[in-house]
DNA sequence: CTAGAAAGCTAATGCCATTAGCCACCGGTG
DNA sequence: CACCGGTGGCTAATGGCATTAGCTTTCTAG
């Protein structure tokens, strides 16, 4: 029998796989049994890299929040960050354009949904993440949204709610499609745009 | 041994029960056996009443749906709807008063919050409710929302634009407050009014 | 070349949903 | 009052899942 070859991060990278083909399930269905058919390898072999199931979709969820963090840095700091991420976070603007203010929040909506649509499963596994107690400079989507927020040059005591209305808006918005909450034939594109800019031009 | 005396309706009674002492994993952890040891019944008799756990699970989602839409039709029109639901929702307004235009959709967005930080399993249980086919003129809680939205007076081309932007506005805060995501200390009762205020002020 | 760690395996356990088939209760009818 | 059939409960068995224990095989360092 010869060696599959498996370490911790092959794993990870074999979950990431089962999460992607799941579609908008394949996080809520990632389990060890997928995993180990996927790396033609017995359940229990797994545990010879992985700690079990949670530490496993812990592990996964990491991934897909510095994946997500990668794609909107991306979209507001121009693709010369890594060109090999997705394309269609940062569409629309020049190469090495860093984006402020009311621009850098859009982008940074548009990043989020497309990544969203583009991998539903990694989108759920980033909010079934925990929150993992980052410094308060860290890189992640949350501070991500919190630096263009601020940019914008709005009353500082209310930066706190702002983030949040931002977060919560193009979040909700992201869950209802992807869950098909929307029920009705209209362009599902326009609403989105239709709440960034509300949201955008709502806030003080 | 004396009989249980389930029915369809008892059986669904006592998953609700489960789903509410779950907490915000209510939902996610329903299954058969649980609510089995509650009715004090071996697992496989629920199946007399009951076509499975996704059946189960359809009509645990389907009555909590029918719930939140009678708190939110009670936060609108007044208390005197039923009196026995959720005084928490229709706080802030007189009695038999029916409200309109802003006040009608702040009124539901209180609502939906309130519903959800006091039965979060059940608010789970409604976003993975089938989209069940209603008539263009149902009393869900979308044809709620949508109807208040209405009487904002705004241009009725976007009419679906605002009614799925205050959707995704308060489903996503809610959404990030039941799974921890809003991490520091700020008042959360505060960012929600401030969120509110934006997309009501912000639908144009 | 060899020894030991690392990586695979099978076997066994326990929890869950589901199906099949058995028995006891309870309500109506003679 | 007796009895009889349907219905609601039960136990047993199956299959999928994660997990643990213990064995064997395969690389690789010395």
Known sequence: MPRAGLTPQVVVDLALAVVDEGGTSGWANLGLSAVAQRAGVAVPSLYKHVDGLPALRSAVAARCVDDLAAVMTAAVTGPAADPTLDPVAAAGKGP????????????????????????????????????????????GPVDLVARAVRELGLPPDRWVDQVRTVRAAVHGFVELELGGGFGLPEDVEASFRYLVETVVTGLR
């Open 96 to 139: 090495n354009a860093t984006l402020t203010g009311a621009a850098a929040v859009r982008a940074l909506a548009i990043a989020i949904r497309a990544y969203a649509l583009a991998h539903p499963g990694r989108y759920r596994a980033v909010q079934g993440a925990e929150t993992a107690a980052l410094g308060p400079a860290s890189s």
